[in-house]
Each structure stands twice: as C-alpha cells, then as structure tokens.
C-alpha cells in the first residue's frame, strides 16, 4: 500500500490469456542446493537482509530456484527486470500533468511496486548500470522506494525478495555493490557423479510430468510455506543475546571487513535463522551458520 494516500498507483493488470502458466519447479526438489535454499527462505523471513547474489556458472539452477522460492511464498508476484530497464521502469514515475488537473498525484508505478510481497529477479546483475543496482539495492534494503519528480517527492512500500544472478565469466559486479547484498552464494559445477545423476534424474523427471512431481512435494512445500510465515510473525520477538553479538563482531572484525555492516546483516540472517527453527533467541550457532552467506 502507498505510505502517502496523496498517491494513486496506476496497478491495472493485463487481460489474462487462455496460456495456462507453466508448472515452476518445486522448492524442496532442488537437489545439491541447501546453501541456496537456505539463503532463499532467510530472505524470505526477513527481506531487509538486503537480498541474495547467487554467482556461478550458466546450468546451475539459479533463476530455477528463484522462481521456486515465488512459487512457494503465498500469492508472490515474481517480477523480472530486463537488461534495458530505464531507471524509471524500475522505480516508477510521477503523473505532474494529474496533479494540476485534479490535485491528486498519480504514481505509475515501477518493478519494485509489482514486486511487492513476492521476489524481484535481476539475472546478470553484474551486467546492469551502476546507478540501477545501487537504486534496486536502496529499495530492498529499506523496503520503501521513492519516487520524485520536479521537486515532488512520493514513497511506497515496496517489501520483495530480491534475487540477483551472475555468471563471473561475463564481468564482475563492482566491490561497492557486491557488498551491498546481504547474502550471497557462489554455486560450482557438480563434481560428484552421483549428485549429477540426481540432480539429471530430478530434472526428467519434472520435465516429463511437471504436475507429477508438484504433487509429489505439495505436502513438503506447504509445511515450509508455513514455516515462513510463523518465523516472519515470530521474527520481531527474536532477541540478540550478548555472546550472539559478540561472536558476529568478532567473526567480522576477523574476516577484515569495514564497518559494521557485515556485523548487522550476520545478526538479521542469524535472527531469521532462529525464527525459521522457531526459537526467540539468537545463539552463537545461528551466526556460524550464516557467517559465510553474509561474508563472502
């Protein structure tokens, strides 16, 4: 919803079409992938962590999982934003024309309005402007995008799961932004000959009856459907002991990073870990099992 009643999203859908939408792939059946899923369902808890970078080369599931993860999430849109998007495109615009009209601001609203509630993916983020990554990232960070226009300036809530994709072969992301991510995970080539044969198997399978396999997880994928939702409802009663926050600082302070922003993105996928395992305190365990996610 808009934070500013002023403002009128101009959210009209398109007409829907006899195409019936494809069958996504489900989240529990990604095989060789719990790095990633567990990174995916943080962000999901938790959207201020500030978004997941998944790098790696190209056949390694990374938009699969994302579509996966909208899939899972409760009426989740899952937008896209193209190479070619316009700073506009993305944030959105304001109508001025509407405004000397009718006294009401009228919002044409961008991507990260469709977003909102769901996942926003940008495959081959590294290939983007600068000034659109840093953009997208003060979204997602703060879940409040604004919009302004000759010196009118309007906010919205716009709360997604960003998703952003790489492949390293094709240009690295700046330093600045890479550090913006909360989370990232960087996927490899499967090596064991087995884990490639269930993963092959995996894919056929879906391949020849998507429906199939969907409902063969359905029962998985609505008991961790409702896993997110009670750790997002139990997410601001989760509290930070004093050895939680000692044992992030120190890990941060370790690995040589600046500020202390490595420290509070560590404590939030920590505090979201808890959550999901349905306890109200962080422990030292939780920050070790998403120190690497967050310091990468």
């Known amino acids: 919803m808009p934070l500013n009643p002023a403002v009128r999203p101009d959210l009209h859908t398109p007409a829907s079409t006899s195409t019936p939408e494809p069958v996504p792939f489900p989240f529990t059946a990604l095989v060789g992938q719990q790095a990633l899923q567990r990174a995916l369902l943080l962000v999901a808890v938790d959207p201020g962590i500030g978004g997941v970078l998944i790098g790696g080369p190209r056949g390694t599931a990374k938009s699969t999982a994302a579509r996966a993860l909208a899939a899972l999430l409760p009426q989740a849109p899952f937008v896209t934003l193209p190479l070619a998007a316009s700073l506009e495109q993305l944030v959105g615009t304001l109508s001025i024309e509407d405004a000397l009209q009718s006294g009401a601001v009228r919002l044409s609203p961008g991507l990260v309005a469709r977003a909102h509630q769901g ?19 003060d979204v997602a960070a703060s879940g409040v995008n604004t919009v302004e226009r000759d010196g009118i300036s309007q906010r919205h809530a716009a709360r997604f799961v960003l998703v952003g994709t790489m492949n390293p072969e ?103 870990s808890a959550a999901l395992d349905g306890r109200d305190a962080v422990t030292v365990a939780d920050v070790d099992a998403v120190a690497e996610l967050a310091l990468h």
Request: hydrophobic residues 55%.
């Open 170 to 272: 094709e240009g690295e992301l700046r330093p600045q932004l890479l550090d913006r991510f909360g989370l990232s995970v960087w996927l490899h080539n499967p090596s064991d000959v087995a884990q490639r044969q269930q993963i092959v198997r995996s894919r056929l399978l879906f391949d020849a009856d998507p429906g199939a396999v969907a409902d063969s997880h359905a029962d998985a994928l609505q008991n961790l459907a409702a896993s997110v939702l009670d750790a997002q409802a139990l997410l601001p009663r989760v509290q930070w002991p004093d050895d939680a926050l000692a044992h992030a600082g120190a890990l941060a302070l370790a690995a040589g990073v600046d500020g202390v922003r490595a420290d509070l993105v560590m404590l939030r996928a920590a505090r979201a």
């Open 119 to 137: 996942v926003l993916y940008v495959d081959e983020v590294n290939l983007l402007p600068d000034a659109l990554v840093d953009a997208l990232l």
